[in-house]
């Protein structure tokens, strides 16, 4: 599977579980501070409305929930509709992008980039569709993303990743996109309802300098 452990909590408030989902998609502002991504196949936009039932079919999956951190399970409608009110809200993340193919739109999940508190550290996290794994379509998102946060935000010095110790794919889409193993440790899993053991990777600005063609990463 290509899913990265997300940091971003996509599970519900008790205040937010109050709303109906029509009520959760009219944010009191839209972001507007995320440009749209484009790559060979994909597009990457903001989450909206359109999306909430491939959403809350693709992330309904216990191969995929318990790859994330904070993603429940089973994942409803009702959640799918408060993440895309959430995300549009500027209440998840900093940046959250719902993944698409090019040629036709199709949704197909989700990545995002969150800062730390020392201004100069950001982490990316993203999941996929159990449909689209093994396709390099995790690894295409992740280079736009990366370059998008270099590229366009001087104060940010370092990207961090970190994945399952147990998900080879995902830490091969991390390694493809230059990260270097820093160390490991545990992180908690909603789906779970446990900590589980995962790895942690950085991307200086100065190794993304000298990779930026992305043809000199294996």
Not at 66 to 72: A, Q
Not at 153 to 181: E, L, P, T, Y
Request: charged share 25%; aromatic share 8%; with cysteine.
């Amino acid at each position: 599977m290509q899913g990265e452990m997300i940091r971003v909590d996509q599970s519900r408030s008790p205040r937010e579980d109050q709303r109906s989902p029509k009520e959760r998609l009219r944010p009191e502002r839209l972001r507007t501070d995320c440009p749209v991504l484009l790559s060979e196949r994909l597009v990457m936009r903001a989450p909206h409305e359109e999306d909430i039932d491939a959403l809350a079919h693709l992330a309904n999956n216990a191969k995929v929930a318990t790859m994330v951190s904070r993603m429940p399970h089973p994942y409803t409608a009702d959640d799918a509709a408060d993440f895309v009110w959430r995300t549009r809200n500027g209440e998840i993340g900093k940046c959250v992008y719902a993944i698409t193919k090019a040629e036709n739109g199709a949704f197909i999940g989700c990545c995002g980039v969150e800062p730390h508190d020392d201004g100069k550290t950001v982490e990316i996290g993203y999941w996929l569709g159990e449909p689209y794994w093994n396709q390099g379509y995790m690894t295409e998102a992740c280079h736009a993303l990366v370059d998008m946060v270099f590229r366009t935000r001087q104060d940010v010095d370092q990207i961090d990743a970190r994945c399952r110790v147990m998900n080879v794919a995902s830490r091969r889409v991390i390694q493809k996109c230059g990260f270097q193993f820093q160390g490991s440790g545990l992180a908690a899993s909603l789906a779970l309802g446990s900590n589980v053991p995962v790895e942690w990777y950085r991307l200086d600005r100065k190794t993304w300098m000298s990779l930026r063609s992305w043809g000199n990463i294996a």
